[in-house]
């Protein structure tokens, strides 16, 4: 057997194999393929390890194509990683003591196949992409037409539907996981669209018999921990408190809303459902704002410019707070956010009432908790 390249890295070992050669697999796992098509004037291949919750990604192993092939051993736990090759790239889950293999499609793109964790994998892509178009993109074409064509009172009905499309969506991945995911790896790459008050105890279950059997893997501990934090927004529970910058720079507090009805709006300046959804709220902020109602927008905006742009634009005169990090803000990550507009609505004690109500449910909710301050109000 011959090594024509063996490099350390500060990252761990990285062994290129020659054209031909077949590596000994202890630990880690494999990966060879013969690109001709996608890789540009750059040849070097690099995996990285995608960590959900930051939105990271973390360079695990680095190669080089030599006349179209590569062979590369990579040192690594098993989990959801990225191969990148000039302009192309590809996600992959990868379990341990596997070999793995990357193919050009017909479309010039990259699929890595060969392995059952993998395949595992794409099979939820596929099922995800599928579901994704029927639930939710279709919808979405719909209000395009229709805002196209003027018509507002379809856009704000599509608008709903497009929200409720989505949110099924999400509980057909958990389905799907349920079903054929629990003892992969790739449990870990569809965690990050689960909708955590569907089926949350079976998912408990799952999750917790992968940790028991890999209790040593950082995916175990991070989806413990994905658990936990569904667990603690449940209904019922008291909600965890978010303090960040407002608008100003001046931190603002959830727990200082304590005695208050609070909806704690989870947004972005670039989300067309969430600014429909401000021109509700800023109806409702009217009228109950005077009996105990508030709101608490958080906001997962890059660009603070165009942050405080729609905040003005909308009217949204209530309590805001934003780090400007994205979708890697630590504020949505502690209430397992991943897709939006996502709410909670809070009683005067902190405790969560009810998750994404909107319009007459929104309403109903909000005459119920606010009835006896509304009574005193009217002098009732």
Request: glycine share 8%; charged share 25%; net charge neutral.
């Amino acid at each position: 057997m011959s090594f024509p390249h063996v490099r350390w890295w500060t990252l761990g070992w990285v062994v290129l194999l020659g054209p031909g050669s077949v590596g000994v697999l202890r630990a880690g796992f494999e990966l060879s393929g013969r690109i001709t098509r996608t890789t540009g004037a750059d040849p070097t291949v690099v995996v990285e390890r995608e960590w959900l919750e930051e939105r990271r990604f973390e360079p695990v192993a680095t190669g080089t194509l030599v006349d179209g092939r590569f062979q590369l051993r990579v040192e690594a736990e098993p989990g959801l990683f990225v191969l990148r090759l000039g302009d192309a790239r590809v996600s992959f889950v990868a379990g341990e003591q596997q070999r793995l293999q990357v193919e050009e499609t017909s479309q010039g793109s990259l699929r890595v196949a060969g392995a059952p964790d993998q395949l595992l994998y794409a099979e939820y892509e596929a099922f995800r992409t599928a579901s994704l178009a029927e639930r939710v993109l279709r919808v979405r074409e719909a209000i395009a037409r229709a805002r196209s064509a003027g018509l507002a009172d379809e856009v704000s009905r599509l608008t709903e539907e497009e929200i409720s499309g989505y949110q099924q969506h999400r509980r057909e991945l958990v389905d799907f996981t349920l079903q054929r995911l629990g003892e992969s790896p790739a449990l870990y790459a569809a965690s990050l669209r689960w909708e955590g008050d569907h089926r949350l105890a079976e998912l408990a279950a799952v999750v917790h018999a992968y940790a028991g059997q890999h209790p040593e893997l950082q995916i175990s501990r991070r989806l413990l921990e994905r658990i936990l934090r569904f667990q603690a927004t449940a209904i019922g529970s008291v909600a965890p408190d978010l303090v960040g910058p407002g608008p100003d720079q001046l931190p603002v507090s959830l727990r200082e809303l304590r005695g208050r009805v609070v909806l704690v709006d989870f947004w972005a300046s670039w989300c067309a459902p969430c600014r429909s959804e401000n021109r509700h709220h800023a109806e409702l902020y009217r009228i109950y704002g005077d009996s105990g109602f508030e709101i608490l927008a958080v906001s997962v905006d890059h660009d603070g410019r165009a942050w405080k742009a729609a905040i003005a634009r909308d009217g949204a005169i209530w309590r805001q707070i934003g780090d400007l990090t994205g979708w890697k803000s630590p504020l949505a990550a502690r209430y397992n956010v991943t897709a939006l507009p996502a709410s909670f609505l809070l009683d005067r004690e902190g405790r969560i009432v009810a998750k994404d109500a909107r319009g007459p449910a929104l309403v109903a909710l909000l005459e119920k908790l606010l009835r006896p301050a509304k009574l005193a109000a009217d002098g009732g």
